[in-house]
């Protein structure tokens, strides 16, 4: 590298995500252990712009494993987008003596620091944190376990009163522009349908999952719709079900932010221990514009630009499970 790292920058951007904390806390702690100061961007990439700047000890990152959010808050950031915002953001690296940077988050949160990376050669991290685990070249990302139990906690409630009412619910859930929560969230709640946009066949899932379901003399049914799968989203699939099967009574429930919510499971507390961990170890390396990811549990450094620009794909046999499942 080109001189020696002595003070990294840390900052969570976009949307909020369980472990985040546990991530915080890893960095902080094995830069610490390296000998390498830590200082804390507060509000994502608005903080770097403004200079909302803290150094941390390891007393700062003590307690906080188990708690959800970010203590260094996050925030959007239009002004980051532009080269003037970006020339700012710098200058505040410069004036700080940050010699790099380490951000969690997710696709804008890595898009933008590639483009930090490439105008002012920064040395840069990138560790996924993100419920909606879309991010390619790696398998799971921070939050997107507790988001999937936080969802199949509140299917199980629903079909209670489902059952007991007759009632179809539809279920809006998360995920950006990827189905990987609603599907995953379908199987392990036994929902009957997982509407999402890598299958664009809403009017047969929704026979499978009614009208077969009827035949079968099911009462009630669940189906899960990822919030952009089709226009309208869940209210609209309501609709094309009251028109169909109007012998249903059918409800909508928006799950919204709670799915961001909630202490971290096991499965992200320890996620994101470990890729925190080997942030600073990927740094010590001489490693730049990566992201640190999991594959086949090995932990895989990743271009960012391949992390951001390719599509992570559903597995086929994830999609077949659940309509052998449901039927």
Not at 44 to 59: N, R, S, V
Request: charged share 25%.
């Amino acid at each position: 590298m080109e001189y020696q790292i002595k003070t990294i920058g840390v900052l969570t951007s976009g949307g909020d995500a369980p472990g985040m904390n546990a991530a915080l806390r890893a960095i902080t702690r094995g830069a610490i252990y390296n000998g390498i100061k830590v200082k804390a961007i507060f509000r994502g990439y608005k903080g770097l712009i403004d200079g909302d700047i803290q150094e941390f000890t390891t007393q700062d990152v003590s307690g906080i494993i188990q708690r959800g959010g970010t203590i260094i808050r996050s925030a959007r950031c239009d002004e980051f987008r532009t080269p003037e915002g970006r020339k700012q953001a710098y200058d505040t690296l410069v004036k700080e003596q940050i010699d790099a940077l380490i951000v969690i988050g997710g696709d804008g949160t890595f898009t933008g620091a590639r483009m930090l990376a490439q105008e002012y050669n920064v040395p840069v991290i990138g560790v996924p944190g993100t419920i909606d685990n879309d991010l390619w070249g790696t398998d799971y990302t921070i939050g997107y376990d507790t988001a999937l139990n936080t969802i199949m906690d509140c299917v199980d409630k629903l079909r209670d009163t489902g059952t007991s009412h007759e009632r179809v619910f539809v279920v809006e859930v998360m995920g950006r522009d990827a189905g990987f929560l609603t599907l995953n969230a379908t199987i392990a709640a036994g929902a009957e349908a997982a509407i999402i946009p890598e299958r664009a066949t809403v009017e047969e899932q929704i026979e499978e999952a009614i009208g077969q379901g009827r035949r079968k003399h099911k009462n009630s049914a669940i189906l899960l719709v990822q919030e952009h799968a089709i226009p309208g989203g869940a209210q609209a699939v309501a609709k094309m079900i009251e028109q169909r099967h109007p012998e249903y009574g059918t409800r909508v429930t928006i799950l919204g932010h709670l799915q961001r919510g909630g202490s971290p499971t096991a499965f992200d507390r320890i996620l994101a221990s470990q890729l925190g961990g080997y942030a600073i170890k990927a740094l010590l390396e001489e490693q730049r514009s990566i992201m640190v990811g999991i594959r086949d549990n090995e932990i895989v450094y990743v271009p960012l630009s391949q992390a951001i620009q390719q599509k992570k794909d559903i597995p086929s046999d994830r999609w077949n499970a659940l309509h052998m499942l449901s039927i």
